[in-house]
């Protein structure tokens, strides 16, 4: 009996505090589903706030603005489940250490991830290429169609699809073909001793002036890049648009080809007397390593044409 009477007692103190502890966690646990679900919502909020403002300000890429309006939505949930694990009296201090020994290793798990991130952020701040803009670095060259936080998407000039992680492109010279509005070009034809090199010159200078793509400022000129006993090898310089640097130098090479073809001589039609022809604007100066930049892989470059 007295046993019976011991377990009874013994079962209403559990049952007691088991109902002060269900009391006391019920409160915790309803301020924690109320701390969670205002803490989402200040999250969404502060993010969508923090991406709108940083989409005002000038030179910051889409990309980026997303990127940190996300770090800053993360961020803020993380301090929100911190903030409910304290209310169940867990120590937060432990809970912080245990969360930055998780990052750092991680961080060493992913080196080659986060240098991909690293160099997209870069990238998207400095902006050495945008979306359209055609480039070329030691490995890679085309067209860039997406610029994202880990790798860069390009179209080569053949229509291949291409996908360069972005820490190749921000550890190497980037050459932007599209990034200025204009841009050089040469065309070399050599002639024989028997053409009179001041006609050819002024013969070059003429279809080069009556393309209405080649820009008359800086202007085009024709000058003897080199000569030898038995010919003579003319360059003509000109500046173009950077959209029409390719469509004016196929052209142009294929007027130059055509009227040395047809007249092989000194006369070409049209052509003044010798006495009215003006002097060509000439240089006679070396020029090395003064070419304009070279063309992208797959790209017809400028031939020299021997008459």
């Known amino acids: 009996m007295d046993q019976a ?16 502890l269900a009391v006391q966690y019920s409160f915790s646990a309803v301020g924690a589903i109320v701390l969670l679900i205002l803490g989402w919502m200040a999250a969404g909020l502060i993010s969508r706030w923090a991406h709108r403002g940083l989409s005002r300000i000038h030179g910051i890429d889409a990309t980026l603005s997303q990127f940190f309006s996300n770090i800053i939505r993360y961020a803020i949930l993380v301090i929100v489940v ?10 937060t201090a432990s809970v912080l250490a245990a969360l930055g020994a998780i990052g750092l290793a991680v961080g060493l798990a992913l080196q080659g991830t986060l240098q991909n991130i690293a160099a997209g952020i870069m990238l998207l701040v400095l902006r050495p ?5 055609s480039i070329e670095t030691g490995s890679v060259t085309g067209t860039i169609v997406d610029v994202g936080l880990f790798a860069t998407e390009l179209r080569t000039a053949d229509g291949v699809y291409r996908l360069a992680p972005n820490s190749t492109l921000w550890n190497v010279p980037i050459t932007n073909y599209s990034r200025l509005k204009t841009r050089r ?9 028997d053409r009179d090199i001041g006609r050819t010159q002024a013969k070059l200078m003429a279809i080069a002036s009556g393309d209405r793509r080649v820009l008359k400022d800086p202007a085009p000129t024709v000058y003897v890049a080199e000569f030898d006993a038995g010919s003579a090898k003319l360059t003509l310089r000109y500046w173009t648009k950077s959209s029409d640097w390719w469509e004016t130098g196929r052209d142009l090479t294929r007027e130059v080809k055509l009227a040395f073809d047809k007249f092989p001589g000194d006369k070409f039609p049209g052509d003044k007397s010798p006495e009215q022809i003006p002097d060509p604007q000439v240089e006679t100066r070396d020029v090395t390593g003064e070419s304009g930049p070279p063309a992208p892989h797959g790209a017809d470059e400028p031939v020299t044409q021997r008459t």
Not at 82 to 91: A, E, N
Not at 129 to 133: D, L, S
Not at 185 to 193: D, K, L, P, Q, V
Request: no cysteine.
């Open 185 to 193: 070009n040469e065309i070399s034809a050599s002639i024989g001793t």
């Open 129 to 133: 290429f945008r979306v359209g803009e």
């Open 82 to 91: 911190v903030m409910v694990l304290g209310q169940f009296g867990v120590q």
């Open 5 to 20: 009477s011991e377990f009874v007692v013994a079962t209403r103190a559990a049952l007691a505090q088991l109902s002060a």
